[in-house]
């Protein structure tokens, strides 16, 4: 493996790191020699992705943890800090989808869920860091945003919002702390098989719609998303900040 890419004395946290494109990015992370926190609600998901990234030679760790509240974030950085000693790369994931809602029917509380974990919860997750990661004059933020900010998206309005605002926050968290050494990057996943979209995305009605839209031909996969987060935590990024990098099979260009 090139150096540029070795990861064995780096530290990452992935918050929703327990399942879908957490799960791909964590396990990837752990396979390029990185240890690391997986942050999420399931103690048990939490358990088999420890499992899992121990399996292929990595250390790693869990911690329970919904990013929703401002004060599990801060203990959660706390007890990672204690139990790694540093902090090189926080991916913050954690994400709720949008329902089926239309807009004028949506309720005040579903338009806040989504933005305090979308939005609020990646802000809690970026501030700690952020107090860590400045004095050392070093460090990786990435969140995983959506290709729902470039197009629109009917009955998911909140979702695309905060997906388009965590893009604008880390604009200004690359241009404020890049002299200190830190980068901050947004993924942005097109149409993913996962926990949150497998109600829908391969029925049958979608599908036909959907797929001939993917110049790639299919839907993408979790693991599809561990190339970018093993070059986003390595020293081969280290010029490379304030960017969204979508990776959706070529869909927004069709």
Do not use: C
């Not at 990672?80 to 029917?105: I, M």
């Amino acid at each position: 493996m090139s150096k540029l890419f070795n990861l064995s004395e780096k530290t990452s946290i992935v918050t929703g790191g327990n399942s879908g494109i957490g799960r791909g990015i964590a396990q990837a992370l752990g396979e390029a020699g990185a240890t690391v926190a997986v942050w999420g609600r399931s103690t048990e998901r939490n358990a088999e992705t420890v499992a899992a990234i121990e399996a292929v030679g990595a250390e790693a760790i869990a911690f329970s943890v919904d990013v929703s509240d401002e004060s599990e974030v801060v203990d959660a950085f706390a007890a990672t800090l204690d139990a790694l000693g540093k902090v090189d790369s926080v991916f913050a994931n954690a994400g709720l989808g949008a329902g089926s809602t239309r807009f004028h029917e949506m309720s005040t509380e579903e338009w806040r869920s989504i933005f305090g974990v979308n939005m609020e919860g990646v802000f809690w997750t970026f501030r700690e860091a952020l107090k860590h990661m400045q004095p050392r004059g070093e460090g990786s933020l990435v969140v995983t945003s959506s290709t729902s900010a470039d197009v629109g998206f009917p009955r998911g309005e909140h979702y695309a919002a905060t997906k388009a605002g965590v893009r604008a926050l880390i604009r200004g968290i690359a241009v404020e702390y890049g002299r200190y050494g830190i980068r901050a990057n947004a993924i942005a996943p097109g149409w993913v098989v996962t926990g949150m979209t497998d109600g829908f995305i391969e029925g049958d009605r979608f599908a036909t719609q959907t797929l001939p839209r993917i110049p790639i031909g299919r839907f993408g996969q979790p693991d599809d998303f561990g190339g970018i987060a093993v070059y986003l935590a390595s020293d081969a990024s280290t010029w490379h900040t304030g960017d969204t990098i979508t990776i959706d099979g070529g869909y927004l260009q069709s």
